[in-house]
């Protein structure tokens, strides 16, 4: 290699060094060690203590484990399908020809900017089992509310239906692949007598399944990392019905201080959310169409 190439070389590593140390620093090192850890039984006042399987043996036996699994995959479940549906039609409201429409995108981009807290803090206001602005609508028609946040039955649907405030920025990345379509593709198909629902189903849909394909990956690894909403608003109850495996992997590794346990779990985690997405690139082939290929 050339000494012109190395320097060029040398120049771009030194331009990208901050992101380069902060990756290997805060990413690289800690993931690597969290994969030692896993097989250690560590705490921040002890030495560690190789126990080799141990951690994995004790996930599986673990009851607890399972509720979090369970109640994690069920937030999954319904976050990433109904947050698709909400996102996709808020799109395709906000591509309307309409005066206002910059002012209503703004407007449902907002919230997904405002800080977990504040957020939290308006959620637990409108579902409040006794002063909540939700059960107090619903009296107007005779109807007694459940106890939302408060019920074992009901605290996975409302931090579902509580999530869906954030659906702006998927609704700006769906709008975006809307307005991407060619529309002599919706010219020629009206030419033909094509129906809105048809135009729909032949033309739109098969070409923002890109970008659908995009919205699955992303949200199923936001969703199966649930962590705030939950945390905020119920911290896991209750009875740890909300409880998300993030959940209890912080409570292990920050609050019973027992590291060696957390980083098993945080395995277990990213070897779910790796299987998922792969899965999702596997049978992509199937139903991904790309324009111009």
């Given at each position: 290699?050339?000494?012109?190439?190395?320097?060029?070389?040398?120049?771009?590593?030194?331009?990208?060094?901050?992101?380069?140390?902060?990756?290997?620093?805060?990413?690289?090192?800690?993931?690597?060690?969290?994969?030692?850890?896993?097989?250690?039984?560590?705490?921040?006042?002890?030495?560690?203590?190789?126990?080799?399987?141990?951690?994995y043996?004790?996930?599986?036996?673990?009851?607890?484990?399972?509720?979090?699994?369970?109640?994690?995959?069920?937030?999954?479940?319904?976050?990433?399908?109904?947050?698709?549906?909400?996102?996709?039609?808020?799109?395709?409201?906000?591509n309307?020809?309409?005066?206002?429409?910059?002012?209503?995108?703004?407007?449902?981009?907002?919230?997904?900017?405002?800080?977990?807290?504040?957020?939290?803090?308006?959620v637990?206001?409108?579902?409040?089992?006794?002063?909540?602005?939700?059960?107090?609508?619903?009296?107007?028609?005779g109807?007694?509310?459940?106890?939302w946040?408060?019920?074992?039955?009901?605290?996975?649907?409302?931090?579902?239906?509580?999530?869906?405030?954030?659906?702006?920025?998927?609704?700006?990345?769906?709008?975006a692949?809307?307005k991407?379509?060619?529309?002599?593709?919706?010219?020629?198909?009206?030419?033909d007598?094509?129906?809105?629902?048809?135009m729909?189903?032949?033309i739109?849909l098969?070409?923002?399944t890109?970008?659908?394909?995009?919205?699955?990956?992303?949200?199923?690894?936001?969703?199966?990392?649930?962590?705030?909403l939950?945390m905020?608003?119920?911290?896991?109850?209750?009875?740890?019905?909300?409880?998300?495996?993030?959940?209890?992997?912080?409570k292990?590794?920050?609050?019973?201080?027992?590291?060696g346990?957390?980083?098993?779990?945080?395995w277990?985690?990213?070897f779910?959310?790796f299987?998922?997405?792969?899965?999702y690139?596997?049978?992509?082939?199937?139903?991904?169409?790309?324009?111009?290929?």
């Amino acid at each position: 290699m050339k000494k012109k190439e190395l320097r060029e070389i040398g120049k771009g590593l030194i331009f990208i060094s901050p992101w380069l140390i902060g990756f290997i620093v805060f990413t690289l090192i800690p993931f690597i060690a969290s994969f030692y850890y896993s097989f250690t039984e560590f705490s921040i006042t002890t030495d560690v203590k190789w126990v080799g399987t141990e951690n994995y043996k004790r996930i599986f036996n673990d009851p607890l484990f399972w509720k979090s699994l369970k109640n994690t995959l069920v937030f999954a479940i319904g976050l990433v399908p109904l947050g698709l549906v909400v996102a996709l039609s808020t799109a395709f409201l906000m591509n309307k020809p309409l005066k206002e429409v910059s002012f209503y995108r703004a407007a449902i981009y907002m919230p997904s900017i405002v800080p977990a807290f504040a957020f939290s803090a308006v959620v637990t206001w409108f579902f409040h089992p006794y002063l909540g602005l939700v059960n107090s609508i619903l009296e107007l028609f005779g109807i007694n509310g459940p106890l939302w946040l408060s019920s074992e039955k009901w605290v996975k649907p409302t931090i579902i239906i509580a999530a869906q405030w954030g659906v702006g920025s998927a609704m700006l990345i769906f709008s975006a692949a809307l307005k991407d379509i060619p529309k002599e593709l919706y010219e020629s198909a009206k030419i033909d007598g094509a129906k809105s629902f048809t135009m729909f189903r032949k033309i739109t849909l098969p070409l923002i399944t890109p970008t659908i394909l995009y919205y699955l990956i992303t949200s199923t690894i936001g969703a199966l990392q649930i962590f705030d909403l939950p945390m905020l608003l119920t911290n896991g109850g209750p009875a740890n019905a909300s409880m998300s495996l993030s959940m209890y992997i912080y409570k292990h590794a920050f609050t019973y201080t027992n590291m060696g346990y957390a980083s098993a779990l945080s395995w277990i985690l990213f070897f779910l959310t790796f299987v998922l997405t792969i899965i999702y690139f596997v049978t992509s082939k199937k139903w991904v169409y790309y324009f111009g290929n």
